[in-house]
């Protein structure tokens, strides 16, 4: 990486970053892209750092406010009653997703990093089989017309971008289960997947269900109900761990007694 | 002071670099009283500096760390960050470090223990 594009990286990253701490790490970073050389360190590792940072510590010092945190989750809450209750009034089978927004909330509250991990977890595995269905509803209808074939494919592609998301989202929010915390960025980032993922299942079955009803075919029909029962018996499973881990999880990490009365002796000391 | 929420290796790394730079794990303390250059610690730890750089602030945060400017008026341009472990960081650290040592020991020992039974069937006489 030249040098040039290294420092533009910086003043990207630094840019994105809150008031407070935009100048400090501006100069750090820029200082650390000039003595990298004397490290044997790449400039180019500097860069990817200050965009690493700005795109997750810098981007949760957004909301390390108590007042910043409280509305973001009162609007993350809101959009989550508004859509699962719009899809479970337009199609009722649709609990189950719904029950994983909720559990991206619940997971929010009391930290259960590991629901969270499988509410992503069932994103992915749910937009796969949906990706699966698009392309055998395309190959199995007999001479479809083509304004569905086109819808098809339309669907199919939003499908692969969103499933690309979702596996990103879940060996993020995986790896962030396996250590402990996770910050608001991330949970606001799988929730919203979660959320993507529901409307986009809602689309595919009415689009699927409707051209059943229209077109008297019983391939469309049959895939509609392959996709319901596949969907539902993957997702509710996991929806129903991902509660059991939700409520066994303390409200809030705390330091293993050993770790307390070591730290507290040593300082004693 | 506030606890860690979440100690990691990457974590445990970066102290250990400070811990040293103190004098805290037998080498030598640093010239400077322990502060030591961000970027040295991303060298001395091995981990990219999209890890490290987080943990920094974290532990500043938490008041573990305190950071300060380079004071070198013989260099121009931007200036360096530096870091050292405060006092109650430092027994903190250490506390942690030697945890996640011991853990990390008896999780090897654990590991080593584990005996797979063999049995032998005879296999004469069976006609």
Known sequence: MSGSLARAAIALAAATLPVSMRERYREQWLADLEGAAELDLSRAAVARGALFFASSAGFEARFATPEAARRVRLIVLVVGIVVAGAALLLFPPLLVPALLILMAVVAWRVRANRALALACLASFVFLLSLMALYLLFILTLPNPAPAVESWSWVLTGLTAVTFVAAAIMFARVWGFARGGGVGPAVVIAASGLTMLAIVVGFVSFGVGIGLADDGKDTSANTVATLGAMVTFLLAGPTALVSLFVTLTRSPSPSPSPSATSGVAATISR | ?127
């Open chain 2, 1 to 127: 002071m506030k606890p860690l929420a979440r100690v990691t290796p990457a974590t445990v790394d970066v102290l250990a670099v400070l811990l040293d730079a103190a004098g805290g794990r037998g080498a030598a303390a640093d010239a400077d009283g322990g502060a030591v250059w961000g970027l040295r610690i991303i060298k001395e730890s091995g981990r990219p500096p999209g890890s490290v750089y987080p943990i920094l602030e974290r532990l500043e945060g938490l008041g573990w760390l305190e950071g300060e400017w380079e004071d070198d008026p013989a260099r121009s341009g931007p200036r360096r960050r530096y870091y050292r472990l405060t006092g109650e960081g430092r027994a903190l650290a250490a506390a942690t470090v030697s945890e996640f040592e011991a853990k990390k020991v008896a999780a090897q020992r654990a590991s080593a223990a584990i005996v797979i039974p063999i049995v032998v069937t005879p296999t004469v006489g069976l006609a």
